[in-house]
């Protein structure tokens, strides 16, 4: 069975680096509690969030697969940054075509 966890963004103004400590010990709690066969994180808010790494970026990190806490974690861009920037397009598509491949094959 898989586990998708979504998270959101506030509308209004937050203290960015205090939601994103919240937000990581909860979808941690949650890691721990499910014990997903797989991560993928959509767009660098994510990534840098999850690799725990400020600097980290999609573009350099997209098209193979990392291992990030114990978990095998793939990067992407997000869809509305593939939206905005039709060109991402194809990169999108290897990326989902790159997870769907693992999922199939049995993690």
Known sequence: ??????KRKPVRAYNKD???????????????AKKPAL???LGNVAVQSFFQNPD???KTLRGVWHE???FPT????HPLAVRRRPNLR???MEDWDQIAERYHNGI
């Open 1 to 6: 069975m898989g586990w998708i966890v979504l």
């Open 56 to 58: 980290a970026e999609v």
């Open 68 to 70: 990030v806490n114990g």
């Open 90 to 92: 194809s990169y999108f």
């Open 74 to 77: 793939a990067v992407a861009y």
């Open 39 to 41: 991560i993928l994180c």
């Open 18 to 32: 205090r939601v994103r400590e919240i937000c990581m010990t909860h979808l941690n709690q949650q890691l721990q």
